[in-house]
């Protein structure tokens, strides 16, 4: 079982840290192969939106970066899991850089889907994508908290992702309760 971490923090030490090395730990002891990237370190650029991923090289990035391994990847890991600093309820501009420059993974074509259009995924045929979301704030801010899960809830369904675990963590970070996320890990690993 593969699993992908998507870290946007902004930092290489502090609260996000913590918590992507305790995320990290806790999937290697369930047998888990993890691969981290820290975003901030890898060289992505932003998606220009030409759409050469799906009319000139469908299925592959026009741009020769990081991101086109780093989609590889995602669609090849059977866990996705993604770590970001809440910033008004949305991703920092680490992750949101990577998740749009996962548009290769998806078609031109559209689907209808609960009376809503969205585009069909390139590899598979819709089955339900693994997704873990972590946000970050240093203090309670319940309406940054609700932007970010109504983020996640959308992006859950462009992802075909139906039962996601969405998780937020504010504050201390030194003793992390996992357990929401460890529950989801579990319940996934007798899917996989």
């Not at 059977?78 to 749009?100: A, C, E, H, N, R």
């Not at 609960?114 to 704030?137: A, Q, S, T």
Request: proline share 5%.
């Amino acid at each position: 079982m593969k699993a992908l971490i998507l870290d946007g923090s902004r930092s290489l030490d502090g609260p996000l840290a913590t918590i992507n090395n305790e995320v990290t730990l806790l999937l290697e002891k369930n047998g888990w192969e993890v691969e981290n990237f820290h975003l901030l370190e890898e060289n992505i650029a932003t998606c220009v939106g030409c759409f050469g991923c799906w009319l000139k090289t469908p299925g592959e990035c026009i741009i020769k970066d990081k991101g086109p391994e780093i989609a590889k990847k995602f669609i090849q890991s059977d866990l996705k899991v993604f770590i970001t600093p809440i910033t008004f309820g949305g991703y920092s501009y680490q992750l949101k850089k990577m998740v749009d420059r996962l548009l290769p993974t998806a078609t031109p074509f559209f689907k209808i889907m609960k009376g809503e259009m969205h585009h069909v995924p390139r590899y598979g045929d819709g089955e339900d994508n693994n997704l873990i979301w972590i946000g970050y704030l240093p203090q309670q801010d319940t309406e940054s908290e609700n932007i970010f899960r109504k983020l996640t809830e959308r992006n859950n369904i462009n992802m075909y992702c139906s039962n996601p675990c969405v998780e937020i963590f504010t504050g201390d970070v030194e003793d992390l309760d996992l357990s929401k996320i460890s529950r989801h890990i579990e319940d996934k690993e007798v899917l996989v």
